[in-house]
């Protein structure tokens, strides 16, 4: 994916971990680096207190070795954000930390709420004072406002605030509480140390830490854990609509985790190759755009009977572009991102294959570079459908005018791109590889159908 589609954050849990929590959050925090690379924080839980150390920037950077041992405990979250809601600054970076009823509360949230503005609007005539400008911070205050504690109340309060998270919440009086919204828009995982418990946004954190992993939290579960167990409460009263992100399988989540039952390592490969079928290409050789297109690529070209090659190298020591915060330096970081292998591609006629097109900046660069480089025709292929419509569940793409498909038609974006032809994959053809589960998956973004 280019400098686009942007996914809140990514959360960690760990609870009674075999020695220190903290040093566990940091190796889960790593592994989910990709979900957000614009603040880190953790909270850990030792003695009836909660500690927290948060800051701008990677993980590494947040934290050295020695901020790890100044956080002691046996339990602790974890956050790595990118704001898709409220500015990119430290007052936003979480867990975020509050006081009610005589108790702390630290919070960790993956995910926008659809009714963020609403709720805020009417929690400031009632006279709340808020801290930051994300809407993590709502959760707090309807906590606080209902005076929620017990694990019943706490549920009431979750089912209240609609949709989308996936959240981690530590209390000082030792209970780590994980629970994802009832439409199950944005994934969660428990795993299991030899002592004790994980959650995380992706799967591929517990590999890090040592963890096995049991299951996907339910959409509409909370997971309570406390006194070395873990209780399972079924907050939402009514069931709702299953309806899993599917940017996180196109793209978003890492192709070693398991996402929603699925790998997206084997599903974007999937994708690839019905994406061959329904628009092939006449070429000498398949590129991906790395990291991302990849897989897809991979897919493309067995199905095209078509040599995948490395055309484009990226640069891993730079932060992605979509996850930079503010157009400038996206585009500063297309420019250091990615190079051409010349040799590769002079000559010849050139399938570039992305997992998806959101505004555009860096495929046009990379055509660009390509025929610089000597590839004497390129032709774009995208293995989702064009993304028309905004997302209020935590896409960095809530505003239309910000989506290249929302004003331009196919045609037209291949002549801005400058691509020799252009072809994306079918909605149709993209949920047909879920066969029955079909209905299980967010398509908001391509087709405007929103169930929360």
Known sequence: MEDHARDACGVVGIYEAPGNAASLAFLGLHALQHRGQESAGIVTQCDGRLRSHKGMGLVANVFAEAESRNLPGRTAIGHVRYSTAGESSFINAQPLMARYMHHHVALAHNGNLSCGETLRARLVEQGALFQTTTDSELILHMLAQNQAHSDEEIGQVLEAAGAAFAIVMLFDDKRLVAARDPWGFRPLSLGRLDTGYVVASESSAFDQIGARFERDILPGEMLVFKDGVC?????????????????????????????????????????????????????????????????????????????????????????????????????????????????????????????????????????????????????????????????????????????????????????????????????????????????NYCTACWSGSYRA
Do not use: W
């Not at 989540?253 to 006449?282: N, T, Y």
């Not at 790395?290 to 995948?308: C, I, K, L, Q, Y």
């Not at 190079?339 to 010849?348: A, E, L």
């Open 231 to 439: 209780r399972s409460l079924i907050f939402a009263k009514e069931p709702k609509p299953l309806t899993q992100c599917l940017l996180e399988l196109i793209y978003f989540s890492r192709p070693d985790s398991v996402v929603f039952g699925h790998s997206p390592h084997i599903f974007r490969q999937e994708s690839g190759a019905m994406l061959a079928r329904e628009h092939p290409a006449d070429v000498d050789i398949v590129v991906a755009i790395p990291d991302s297109g990849m897989s897809a690529a991979m897919g493309f070209a067995e199905e095209m009977g078509v040599r995948f090659e490395r055309g484009l190298i990226r640069n891993h020591y730079v932060g992605r572009s979509f996850i930079a915060p503010g157009p400038e330096a996206r585009a500063t970081a297309v420019r250091m991102k990615h190079n051409i292998v010349r040799d590769v591609v002079r000559g010849k006629r050139v399938a570039l294959v992305d997992d998806s097109l959101i505004r555009g900046t860096t495929t046009n660069s990379l055509n660009r570079a390509l025929r610089e480089a000597g590839a004497t025709e390129v032709h774009l292929r995208i293995a989702c459908p064009p993304t028309c419509h905004p997302c209020p569940y935590g896409i960095d793409f809530p505003k239309p005018e910000e989506l290249l498909a929302y004003h331009h038609s196919v045609e037209q974006i291949r002549g801005l791109l400058g691509m020799d032809s252009l072809g994306y994959l079918s909605l149709e053809g993209l949920v047909s590889l879920f066969g029955e589960q079909a209905s």
